[in-house]
C-alpha cells in the first residue's frame, strides 16, 4: 500500500489566529456534548464567565486553563489548538505549528504531533523563560501517561506531593492523575519535550 506524504494545508482558523480556533473548537465541542457554560464551569473548575470570554475570543486561555477545558471536554490539548487530518503521513511545517504563549508567564508552548483521529497521544515542545512557571496543572483521568525529555535547563517538576529536578539531557515519566506544575530553575530559558499519552485512561 502507497504511503501519501503531503506538507499539512493552510488550516486559516488555526494558522492566522490560534485564539479564534481555540474559542470556536471549545465552543463547538461544548455544544457537541450538549454542556451548557454552566455544565463545563462545573466539569472544568473553569468560571462560566471566562469560558464565555474564551468562546467569544476575547480571553486568551493560559495554558492550564486550556488543560483543564481540554480534560473536561475529552479531548487533548492539541486536539483544542487545531484540526484533525485523516493523512497517514503529514509534514507539518515549523511556521503551521500551533503555538500557545501565556503573556503573564512568558510560558510557551509549541504542538509537534498532527491531531489524528483516534489517536491521542499530544507532542509539545515547551519553553519556560527564567524563573517560569506553569502553573499548576489539572489531574488526567487515571490512565493517562506523561513523558518529558529535557533538551535544556533544568526544571522542577511537582506531581502531586512529590518533587522532581531535571536537568539537561534527563527524562521523566508519571501518571498524570495528579495535579502536576513545572517551573525553570536555571538562568536560561528550559526547553523540554513533553509527549501525553491518554491510550490507557479510563
Known sequence: ??????????????????????SEEIRRRRRELHLSLEALATRSGVSRSMISKIERAEAVPSTAVLS????????????????????????????????????ESGFLRRCLSPVLPGRGIDLVLNTLP?????????AHRPGV????????????????????????GDSLYFEADAGHAFTNLGTDPCEYILVIDPSRAR
Open 68 to 103: 483543564r477545558l481540554a480534560e473536561a471536554l475529552g479531548v487533548t490539548f492539541s486536539r483544542l489548538m487545531s484540526p484533525a487530518t485523516e493523512l497517514e503521513v503529514l509534514l507539518i511545517p515549523a511556521r503551521r505549528q500551533p503555538i500557545l504563549r501565556d503573556e
Open 1 to 22: 500500500m502507497s504511503v501519501r506524504e503531503m506538507v499539512a494545508p493552510a488550516q486559516t482558523a488555526a494558522e492566522t489566529s490560534p485564539q479564534i480556533y481555540v
Open 145 to 168: 501517561s506523561e513523558y518529558i525529555y529535557i533538551l535544556r535547563g533544568r526544571l522542577r517538576a511537582v506531581i502531586g506531593d512529590r518533587t522532581v529536578i531535571a536537568e539537561t
Open 130 to 138: 527564567p524563573g517560569g512557571s506553569t502553573g499548576e496543572f489539572t
